[in-house]
Protein backbone atom coordinates (compact mmCIF):
# COMPACT_ATOMS: atom_id res chain seq x y z
CA UNK A 1 0.00 0.00 0.00
CA UNK A 2 1.32 3.50 -0.86
CA UNK A 3 0.18 5.24 2.56
CA UNK A 4 2.37 2.15 4.03
CA UNK A 5 5.42 3.06 1.89
CA UNK A 6 4.85 6.88 2.57
CA UNK A 7 4.63 6.45 6.54
CA UNK A 8 7.91 4.05 6.31
CA UNK A 9 9.59 6.66 4.71
CA UNK A 10 8.58 9.48 6.88
CA UNK A 11 9.62 7.35 10.24
CA UNK A 12 12.87 7.13 8.98
CA UNK A 13 13.62 9.71 7.59
CA UNK A 14 11.78 12.17 9.83
CA UNK A 15 10.12 10.73 12.89
CA UNK A 16 9.00 14.16 14.78
CA UNK A 17 6.81 15.05 12.14
CA UNK A 18 4.72 11.62 12.15
CA UNK A 19 2.63 12.97 14.72
CA UNK A 20 2.02 16.05 12.93
CA UNK A 21 0.71 13.82 10.09
CA UNK A 22 -1.23 12.00 12.04
CA UNK A 23 -2.88 14.33 13.87
CA UNK A 24 -4.77 16.28 10.39
CA UNK A 25 -5.56 12.63 9.49
CA UNK A 26 -9.27 11.95 9.90
CA UNK A 27 -8.70 8.11 10.98
CA UNK A 28 -11.69 5.43 10.45
CA UNK A 29 -12.94 4.30 14.37
CA UNK A 30 -12.18 0.81 13.07
CA UNK A 31 -8.22 2.17 12.66
CA UNK A 32 -8.30 4.25 15.61
CA UNK A 33 -5.73 1.84 17.81
CA UNK A 34 -3.09 2.51 15.05
CA UNK A 35 -2.03 5.36 16.55
CA UNK A 36 -1.13 3.48 20.02
CA UNK A 37 1.47 1.69 17.86
CA UNK A 38 3.78 5.04 17.40
CA UNK A 39 5.12 5.15 20.71
CA UNK A 40 6.08 0.74 19.96
CA UNK A 41 7.65 1.38 16.43
CA UNK A 42 9.86 4.51 18.04
CA UNK A 43 10.93 2.60 20.90
CA UNK A 44 11.38 -0.19 18.26
CA UNK A 45 13.50 2.02 16.16
CA UNK A 46 15.42 4.23 17.92
CA UNK A 47 16.67 1.43 21.15
CA UNK A 48 19.92 3.84 21.49
CA UNK A 49 18.09 6.83 22.17
CA UNK A 50 16.90 8.46 26.35
CA UNK A 51 12.79 8.36 26.04
CA UNK A 52 12.88 11.88 26.14
CA UNK A 53 14.89 12.10 22.99
CA UNK A 54 11.66 9.95 21.56
CA UNK A 55 9.21 11.45 23.06
CA UNK A 56 10.49 14.66 21.68
CA UNK A 57 10.15 13.03 18.01
CA UNK A 58 6.30 12.13 18.58
CA UNK A 59 5.55 15.31 20.01
CA UNK A 60 4.75 14.79 23.37
CA UNK A 61 6.08 14.45 27.42
CA UNK A 62 7.65 12.04 28.61
CA UNK A 63 4.78 11.54 31.08
CA UNK A 64 2.10 10.91 27.85
CA UNK A 65 5.00 8.70 26.21
CA UNK A 66 4.85 6.74 29.84
CA UNK A 67 1.09 6.56 30.26
CA UNK A 68 1.07 4.49 26.32
CA UNK A 69 0.34 0.95 26.61
CA UNK A 70 3.68 0.41 24.89
CA UNK A 71 5.91 2.06 27.52
CA UNK A 72 3.78 0.16 30.23
CA UNK A 73 4.26 -3.22 28.77
CA UNK A 74 7.86 -3.32 27.66
CA UNK A 75 8.88 -2.10 30.83
CA UNK A 76 6.04 -3.72 33.33
CA UNK A 77 8.00 -6.86 31.50
CA UNK A 78 11.56 -5.88 32.72
CA UNK A 79 9.81 -5.31 36.29
CA UNK A 80 8.02 -8.08 36.40
CA UNK A 81 11.24 -10.17 35.41
CA UNK A 82 13.08 -8.31 38.23
CA UNK A 83 10.29 -8.85 40.87
CA UNK A 84 10.12 -12.78 39.90
CA UNK A 85 13.76 -13.58 40.24
CA UNK A 86 13.61 -12.04 43.64
CA UNK A 87 10.63 -13.70 44.76
CA UNK A 88 12.24 -16.80 43.46
CA UNK A 89 15.05 -16.31 45.35
CA UNK A 90 12.92 -15.52 48.72
CA UNK A 91 9.93 -18.03 48.47
CA UNK A 92 11.49 -21.04 46.09
CA UNK A 93 9.91 -21.61 42.95
CA UNK A 94 6.71 -20.20 42.28
CA UNK A 95 3.62 -21.73 40.78
CA UNK A 96 2.50 -21.14 37.15
CA UNK A 97 -0.49 -19.31 38.17
CA UNK A 98 1.37 -17.09 40.65
CA UNK A 99 3.73 -16.30 38.34
CA UNK A 100 0.95 -15.31 35.73
CA UNK A 101 -0.47 -13.12 38.75
CA UNK A 102 2.53 -10.98 38.86
CA UNK A 103 2.78 -10.86 34.95
CA UNK A 104 -0.36 -9.26 34.83
CA UNK A 105 0.14 -6.74 37.04
CA UNK A 106 0.27 -2.99 35.78
CA UNK A 107 3.53 -1.36 36.08
CA UNK A 108 1.99 0.40 39.18
CA UNK A 109 1.47 -2.33 41.12
CA UNK A 110 4.74 -4.03 40.30
CA UNK A 111 6.24 -1.39 41.93
CA UNK A 112 4.32 -1.70 45.12
CA UNK A 113 5.23 -5.67 44.91
CA UNK A 114 9.02 -4.91 44.46
CA UNK A 115 8.94 -2.54 47.61
CA UNK A 116 6.51 -4.61 50.02
CA UNK A 117 8.80 -8.03 49.05
CA UNK A 118 11.84 -6.32 50.73
CA UNK A 119 9.62 -6.59 54.02
CA UNK A 120 8.18 -10.46 53.17
CA UNK A 121 9.22 -13.25 55.15
CA UNK A 122 8.11 -16.23 52.84
CA UNK A 123 5.75 -17.29 50.46
CA UNK A 124 2.76 -16.57 52.61
CA UNK A 125 3.58 -12.75 52.65
CA UNK A 126 3.24 -13.13 48.65
CA UNK A 127 0.14 -14.82 48.80
CA UNK A 128 -1.57 -12.38 51.38
CA UNK A 129 0.09 -9.44 48.94
CA UNK A 130 -1.48 -10.96 46.03
CA UNK A 131 -4.77 -11.30 47.52
CA UNK A 132 -5.08 -8.02 48.58
CA UNK A 133 -3.59 -6.63 45.46
CA UNK A 134 -4.63 -8.31 42.44
Known sequence: MLSDKLFFWLFQNSPDRILSLVDGLAIPEDHADLITL???????RFRDRPVEEIAAMAGITVDDFSQSLAYQQIF?????????????????????????????????????????????????????WLAANS
Open 38 to 44: IPIILLT
Open 76 to 128: GLGEAKVALRQLHRLCGPLSSHTTAQIKALPVEKLEALADALLDFQGPADLTA
